[in-house]
Structures are given as C-alpha cells and as structure tokens.
C-alpha cells in the first residue's frame, strides 16, 4: 500500500539551494486494489462482489474485452483493479450491482 505524503511547496522552495526549481510530475501508474480492498470497498464479502459484481460485468470489466479490470487466472494470479476506473464503474451503474 503505497502512503501518500503532501508537503507545501514554500517549505521545499525555501531549502533549496540558489537556481534550482520543483518540477511535479504526475504520475502514469493509477493505484490498483486488489479482490480484499474492493470487498472492504464495496462492505460486501469477496464472494459477493465476485457473483454479483465481477462475473455478471465482466464483459464490460474484463481488460481482455477492452475494460480496466485485470481477472485472476486461478491461485498465485492477483486480481488487480484501477481504483479511479473501478469507483467510476460502480458510481454510474450503482443500481444495477446493488439493485
């Protein structure tokens, strides 16, 4: 789990030696959940986020039909979710997975 950590930009420009300058960069890699941190996302059990969730969406899901989630092959094969794309998801079609 990666910690993020917000620093004022004045502090850092105040301790930094004479003509150099902060450059963000934003980051490429979005942050993954895996099946334990949807379940606790979604206050369901994994068993009911994969049966009423994952395999009932996964045409729409599935990045190997051109969706954002990656699906476990079976054991040692993570499941692994953008969680921006991934709240998104369930933001626009809430009814139709809480029903």
């Known amino acids: 789990m990666q910690a993020e950590v917000e620093i004022q930009l004045s502090i850092i420009e105040?301790?930094?030696?004479?003509?150099?300058?902060v450059i963000k960069e934003e980051s490429t890699i979005s942050?993954?959940?895996n099946l334990?941190?949807?379940a606790r996302y979604m206050h369901r059990s994994q068993d009911w986020v994969k049966e009423n969730f994952l395999y009932p969406f996964r045409r729409f899901l599935d990045i190997n039909q051109g969706g954002f989630?990656?699906?476990s092959?079976?054991?040692?094969s993570p499941w692994e979710m953008p969680i921006d794309e991934t709240k998104?998801?369930?933001?626009?079609h809430y009814k139709d997975i809480f029903g």
């Open 73 to 76: 092959t079976g054991s040692g």
């Open 36 to 38: 334990i941190q949807l």
């Open 14 to 21: 105040k301790i930094l030696p004479a003509g150099y300058r």
């Open 88 to 92: 998104q998801y369930i933001k626009e």
């Open 31 to 33: 942050a993954q959940w």
């Open 69 to 71: 989630i990656k699906y």
